[in-house]
C-alpha cells in the first residue's frame, strides 16, 4: 500500500547565503527582520517560476540567487512548454538550491507558450493534464525526488478563477493520476468545492503584485497591471505579519494562504525575495505546510503552521 505523503524534497532555510539584492534597480523601504506577533502564520511557501523559455533571462548571472530565497520552484510539464531534457536539467538545478519542485501546466498551446485560452472538451482538457502530470512525475522521479506540488500556468491559470469548471476538471484529472499531489491554485479559484468535492489537497498562494478584487479574488481584468516594488513589498508584509490582503477597494480582507509566487520579471524581484525570506521563521515549501494542516505528518508541532 503506497504510504499517503512523503515529502522528500522539502525545502530547508536556504540553498546557500544571499549574496546580492540585484534583479533592478528598486529600492525596496522595510524592516530587515521584522518580528511577528505569535499568532500570525510565518512559515509560508516562497515560490517563483523556473525553466520556462520566455524567462529564462530572468536567471542569468547573479540572479540566479533568487533560488537561494523561495523554498520551491515551478517548472514546466513539457506540453505548453518545455523540453523534457531542458526540464530534467532544471529539476536538477532547482534541487541543487535545495528547492522543492512543483510542475507547471497548461492548455496545449506552445506557440503561444499557453497564454491563450482553448475550448476544450472536459475529456480533452482530463487527457492533457494527466500528460502533463504523468511526464513531469517520470523526470521527477528519474531525478529520485517527488512532485512537490502542481500549479496551472497562464491562461489555465487565470480561467481557474475566471472558469470554476476548468478548474474542477483540472483537480479530478490530477485526483486519477495521483489523488495525494497538491494542487496549488490562485486566490478565487474553488477551493473548497475541489477538497469537499473531489477530495483533492488544494493550497492558496497570493500572486505579489497583482490586484485582488473587493469579491476577493484574483482580478483577471487587471492582472496585467503590476505594481510598484514598494507595494509588492507592502502586500507580502501584509499577508506575512496580519493575515490580510488590501482589496482594490480599499478592504483589508483575511486571506489563508500558504504560498506567496514571485514573478522573476518583478523589478527588484532579488531584494523583494531576500526581505520577504527575513520575515518568515523558515520558508516552507507547500507540500510541507499542507501536509501538516492535513495532519499526514507526525512529530511536527502543528501549531508552528
Not at 520566455?54 to 518545455?82: K, Q, T
Not at 483533492?200 to 503590476?226: C, H, M, W
Not at 523583494?272 to 505546510?289: D, Y
Request: proline fraction near 7%; hydrophobic fraction near 35%; aromatic fraction near 6%.
Amino acid at each position: 500500500m503506497n504510504k499517503p505523503f512523503k515529502p522528500s524534497n522539502r525545502r530547508g532555510g536556504g540553498g546557500g547565503p544571499n549574496r546580492g539584492n540585484r534583479g533592478g534597480a528598486a529600492v525596496i523601504k522595510g524592516p530587515k527582520a521584522s518580528p511577528a506577533p505569535k499568532d500570525v502564520t510565518r512559515h509560508l511557501d516562497l515560490n517563483t517560476n523556473f525553466g520556462l523559455t520566455m524567462e529564462r533571462h530572468y536567471f542569468e548571472g547573479r540572479n540566479i540567487e533568487l533560488l537561494e530565497s523561495v523554498s520551491s520552484v515551478n517548472i514546466p510539464a513539457c506540453v505548453h512548454d518545455g523540453h523534457p531534457i531542458d526540464v530534467f536539467k532544471d529539476i536538477q538545478r532547482a534541487r541543487s538550491y535545495d528547492c522543492s519542485v512543483g510542475g507547471l501546466i497548461g492548455y496545449p498551446d506552445p506557440k503561444n507558450y499557453g497564454h491563450h485560452t482553448m475550448a476544450l472538451s472536459e475529456e480533452e482538457l482530463t487527457a492533457w493534464i494527466q500528460v502533463q502530470v504523468g511526464t513531469f512525475r517520470a523526470l521527477c522521479q528519474g531525478n529520485l525526488i517527488e512532485v512537490g506540488h502542481i500549479r496551472p500556468y497562464g491562461a489555465l491559470y487565470l480561467d481557474f478563477v475566471s472558469k470554476p469548471e476548468v478548474a474542477m476538471t483540472v483537480a479530478k484529472a490530477i485526483k486519477a493520476v495521483d489523488p495525494w499531489l497538491i494542487l496549488l491554485c490562485p486566490i478565487g479559484a474553488p477551493i473548497d468545492q475541489i477538497e469537499s468535492e473531489i477530495g483533492q489537497p488544494t493550497a492558496t498562494e497570493l500572486y505579489l503584485g497583482k490586484r485582488i478584487s473587493p469579491e476577493g479574488k484574483l482580478d483577471v481584468d487587471k492582472f496585467d497591471d503590476n505594481m510598484h516594488p514598494q507595494s509588492v513589498f507592502d502586500q507580502a508584509r501584509q499577508l506575512i505579519m496580519e493575515g490580510t490582503v488590501t482589496t482594490s477597494d480599499g478592504q483589508a480582507m483575511s486571506m489563508a494562504c500558504k504560498s506567496l509566487h514571485l514573478h522573476p520579471s518583478l523589478r527588484g524581484h532579488l531584494i523583494i525575495a531576500q526581505r520577504i525570506k527575513t520575515m518568515l521563521v523558515e520558508p516552507v515549501a507547500v507540500s510541507l505546510t499542507t501536509a501538516s494542516h492535513a495532519g499526514w505528518l507526525h512529530g511536527i508541532d502543528d501549531h508552528a503552521f
